[in-house]
């Protein structure tokens, strides 16, 4: 079969070199598995898929099969089973997925139960593993799949609540299976080094609005993408997050808490409410610099050839916070048009911060509403680091690794 293009997920794929396998089994949601299966291997993963023989009722194997380039493994015995497979397969991968888990299997993993090849193989298992149940709403509810859930939790197995949502029965509440992009979230902070654990990051993210009247505001060209790559990576890598975020389209990353904010008074009071909580904050966000004066109450009409508008300064956010700093790591970007680090080094000695992100916004390709980035991070001491163009994700990695360096340097280690 021909090599699958890999989409780049930073500089490397998140689950580049990373043996993954799938577990199927016999719900409705199996079909959304297929999407699973390909998200991971355009992630870089290479996906051995195992079914149960109910899963093979709702998709055949020879989906997963064209998918993946991988036989599907679906029994214990028979022509087509490999001998002690259901010991090797638990223990060659880097982690094993079952989606979607039935309450069958969750019933079966809790009691300890193995009377199929999935079952077994998930008995044998010495690799982490992530569950993604996808059930009926009052199965989901029953005490004894609960009680099954707690049991396989304290073992250290990890398990993602399902969404609420229209059921296939025609149910509404919890029950869906989580979506494949966050499935796939998920599978990476269980494979990511969780330098950051016990570790809470405050991030900001995206413009902010200023209104002039019920119609019309100020603000400027951010997308929010480099905040929101800070937030994913973050929490990718064991930490607790919360995002304070402008307005902006993009999906809130899984597992993070999203505060929407409009103004740049509303993410000032934000950030202030959670900062004191805070291990570090890092403020991506561009925040405008100027507000009118007056918002008018109906819509400003045409009329004079020319019309003036009074701007007020808006609050200097980091400034502000830097006089609540403690111990709190404080990072902030400066996004110029000149003048880059001799800007940049001004805003750091200024505003107290631990180190700061410079970037050239004139750039088509590491400006805004770009998924790259070509920044120079500044510390108060040492020589700037000039990175190259790299996506937006693999810059957080960076920014992130800075952060946890100096977190460990006061003793706080994830």
Known sequence: MAEKTKIKIGSVPIFSGKRILLGVTGGIAAYKAAELARRLICAGAQVKVVMTKAATEFVTPLTFQALTGEKVA???????AEPLEHVSLGQEVDAIVVAPATANIIGKMAAGLGDDLLSTILLAATRPVLLCPAMNVAMWANPVVQENLDRLQARGLQVMEPEAGELACGAVGLGRLPEPEDIVEAAARLLSPQDFSGIRVLVTAGPTHEDCDPVR???NRSSGKMGFALAKVAWRRGAEVCLISGPSHLRTPYGVERVSVRSAQEMLVAVQDRFVAADALIMAAAVGDYRPVNCELKKIKRGRNEAQMQLAQNPDILGEISRLKDKQVVVGFAAETHDLEAEARRKLEQKNLDFIVANDVTRK???FA??????????RKGEPLRLPLLSKEEVAERILDRVVDLLAAQGREG
């Open 74 to 80: 679906t029994a214990m015995f028979g022509p087509e």
């Open 217 to 219: 505001f100020l603000t």
């Open 365 to 367: 390709d590491a400006g």
């Open 370 to 379: 770009v998924d790259t980035n070509q920044v120079t991070i500044l510390s």
